[in-house]
């Protein structure tokens, strides 16, 4: 901890409760001007640090330099601002509760306030006549914490471009609420067991980022247990992002990212947590709003679909799911991708492990043996007994266990990873172990086990043996958990219907958290990245594959263009079919890889140009010494460049086939803080007039140019941050350019 953390953390022990009043006068005043940053959080450190403050109305502020949460304690604590300290954006118009629980069928608000005149904003000069919202969970006291890491991860630094801090430095700022006398005076039969209860609304504030997290937990100090039916763990009436009179099919959100940890059926696409965890939905008070059926959804709920029907025992305590909130500073598309990217670096940074992996076709130890030769032959890094293969990680049988475990020293011994294929969902057990769904509802995938079922359960226990008996450490995953709810009543590990999404999203998630903290690596079609996956789909049609070569060149670019908007290179796969898949025949598959050398090199420029890992399906990675040296030549580039074709993709030219297409890598932290790849689909060499935004690799003034690793040549940055280059192309190649800053230029 820095000195500065050191002071505020001392600052903020004298916060404390004293006759029922507040003492805040320890607190520093808050000044927003000495506070707010004037640095630009995507390219250079801030040097800003979460603190809590006080305002002169005094109220708490919990700012960053960046962006500011406000909090009135007095009456009862609420949310009164939410605002971006660099655009001065504000983003609550009204205040509401802190939280909402269902407690043995009892609804109850956590803080908040009542008396808002209007609900289209908010003034200052309001609160002063607003009220506890009567029955609710009062507030009695906050505390301030360092951030603790939210489950343990073992780190594969080997695989990942630079050392990242886990968990990131942030401060936490919890308040607790309990129910009051006033409650129980007017409630003469209410459960004793209610005087007993604890709510705990936590908050925390990320260093040099606009973004806050938020979750709940209710801790049960009395002697009888209860149920959380439901909750809401959040609850923002937002500025709307636009008002219209009429309805609309899709209505502009504001300009916030809300995600949860709770999320699952997002397959290869973010925001996974709408429509299962985080709801924009109509604001019932809002009846000033412009639109004629008052149907603007203006209102963030984050809640589950389903339950969570959870018993809370004597001693226990619950915690809902987390909250991220992202406060955006533009509505540039590619800013806000590059402010998206980097929530998740800091808060999943598992996510940049991104280890160059090959897809062997047979499981047999002959196959998966040369596969491990020569992947460490080449620089490869990992080596996944694929779909199809033969491995069985089911297969609980003593003779699989010791062979599975000896690949896996043999794999160690070569520096390579090892692991396979399992699939969970998408398929059909039997009737006593499948989901029973409701009434005019399906499961996801057509069929489904239940994962609180006997199998379910049998399931999950045979994963954590293979991993502890064989020393695997990588699992692919396939048909993850989408959702299904379940309406049995005979499967031992839920109830019914309303504990059930949350009991099975439970176990999958509490395992990929056990394999983060045995160094088990996750690859998973869907975004489970906040609970442990580094890398699901980067967005592709299967089928595609079985197009002839040439087609699939054009396609796989589009595929990462369009799959890193909001994806880092790291957090998406690729699929390159060295033997056939779903079907084309010879005019789609590279095999025999000596060849179709011209083809093979193409797709391995495109995706180690991307800094991409692809799925190399095959039993071989090269078959002759010209094959051996193309493929170890596009993994030193890689390797060469790895902290730079790491970053964030600027998007430049989407492939389309009749011109050129671009792609720059940035990383303002890195030596090379930038690379810029540009391809040629065309016939014949093509010379392009290029002018390129280095503005996100940090660079001002001057810039060192290298074109394929050859001499640096130094030019000068226009007042714009572009740089004009000439590029010369060769007919269905491609080329690169390096950029670094001179130390002249600093």
């Known amino acids: 901890m820095d000195l500065l953390r050191i002071k505020w953390a001392l600052l903020f022990l004298g916060v404390f409760v004293v006759n029922g009043l507040w003492a805040q006068e320890r607190l520093v005043l808050y000044d927003k001007e000495k506070i707010k940053t004037d640095r630009d959080w995507l390219v250079e450190k801030t040097g800003t640090h979460a603190g809590l403050f006080r305002d002169g109305n005094g109220h708490l502020v919990f700012a960053n330099g960046i962006i500011s949460r406000t909090f009135t304690v007095d009456p009862d604590g609420a949310t009164i601002g939410f605002k971006h300290l660099i655009t001065g954006e504000q983003f609550i118009r009204s205040v509401r509760p802190e939280a909402e629980l269902v407690i043995n069928g009892q609804r109850f608000e956590v803080g908040g306030l009542t008396g808002q005149p209007i609900h289209n904003y908010l003034l200052p000069e309001w609160l002063s006549d607003m009220k506890p919202v009567p029955g609710a969970f009062h507030l009695i006291d906050f505390e301030l914490f360092d951030a603790k890491a939210r489950f343990p991860w073992k780190k594969r630094s080997e695989w990942m471009p630079r050392d990242l801090p886990w968990p990131y430095p942030a401060t936490d700022l919890v308040f607790h609420y309990k129910l009051k006398k006033d409650y129980f ?403 789609a598959t590279i095999e025999p890889l000596h060849e179709h050398l011209d083809h093979y090199g193409q797709r391995l420029a495109d995706l180690f140009g991307a800094g991409v890992q692809a799925c190399y399906r095959g039993p071989e990675l090269y078959d002759t010494p010209e094959t051996r040296a193309l493929v170890k030549k596009w993994v030193d580039f890689y390797k060469k460049h790895l902290e730079v074709l790491n970053g964030d993709i600027i998007h430049i030219r989407r492939p389309d086939g009749r011109d050129y297409d671009a792609i720059l890598h940035v990383n303002p932290f890195g030596e090379e803080k930038g690379l810029l790849m540009v391809y040629n689909p065309l016939d014949e060499e093509i010379t392009r007039t290029l002018k390129v935004n280095l503005y996100y690799t940090g660079i001002r003034n001057q810039v060192k140019v290298s074109e394929k690793d050859g001499p640096a040549v130094e030019k000068y940055l226009s007042r714009d941050y572009t740089l004009t280059l000439e590029v010369k192309v060769p007919a269905h190649g491609e080329t690169w350019y390096v950029f670094s800053a001179p130390t002249s230029s600093y």
């Open 185 to 587: 005076d007017a409630h003469r039969d209410a459960p004793e067991y209610l005087k007993h209860i604890r709510v705990n609304v936590h908050y925390r504030l990320y260093d040099d980022m606009p973004l806050i997290c938020k979750w709940v937990t209710v801790e049960n100090f009395s002697k009888k247990e209860f149920v959380i039916d439901r909750f809401k763990s959040e609850i923002l009436a937002v500025t709307e992002g636009e008002s219209s009179v009429g309805g609309k099919a899709q209505w502009q959100r504001p300009n916030i990212s809300i995600e949860a940890d709770y999320e699952f059926g997002g397959g290869m696409a973010a925001n996974a947590s709408e429509g299962k965890s985080v709801f924009w939905v109509t604001d019932s008070l809002y009846l000033t709003q412009v639109n004629y059926q008052r149907k603007t959804p203006c209102l963030v709920e984050c809640r589950p679909q389903w339950g969570p029907a959870q018993e809370v025992a004597p001693g226990d305590t619950f915690s809902t799911f987390r909250t991220w909130e992202l406060l955006h500073d533009s509505w540039d598309r590619e800013r806000m991708g590059l402010e998206r990217r980097r929530m998740y670096r800091a808060i999943a940074p598992w996510v940049t492990e991104n280890p160059i992996l090959m897809h062997v076709r047979m499981a047999d130890n002959t196959a998966v043996k040369k596969a491990i030769d020569q992947c460490a032959d080449v620089g490869f890094d990992m080596v996944i007994m694929t779909f199809g293969s033969g491995f069985n990680l089911e297969d609980t049988s003593q003779k699989n266990l010791d062979r599975m475990k000896e690949l896996a020293a043999y794999a160690h011994s070569k520096g390579i990873a090892l692991g396979g294929y399992s699939l969970l969902a998408s398929r059909h057990i039997d009737a006593a172990n499948d989901v029973v769904m409701p009434p005019g509802m399906k499961p996801v995938f057509g069929h489904s086990p239940c994962l609180q079922s006997k199998w379910g359960i049998e399931y999950f226990h045979k994963l954590y043996n293979f991993y502890e008996k064989t020393g695997q450490d990588v699992l692919e995953h396939d048909g993850s958990y989408p959702g299904d709810v379940c309406a049995s009543t005979t499967h031992p590990g839920h109830r019914g219907l309303d504990d059930s999404q949350w009991k099975q999203f439970r176990e999958i998630a509490d395992f990929y958290h056990w394999c983060r903290g045995n160094g088990i690596y996750l690859n998973v079609p869907d975004w489970y990245f906040l609970n442990g996956s580094s890398k699901t789909g980067m967005g592709y049609r299967e089928t595609n594959w079985s197009l002839p070569r040439k087609q699939q060149e054009i396609i796989e670019r589009q595929n990462i263009y369009d799959g890193t908007w909001e994806k880092t290179p790291s957090m998406g796969w690729m699929f390159v079919p060295l033997v056939q898949y779903h079907g084309g025949g010879a005019a």
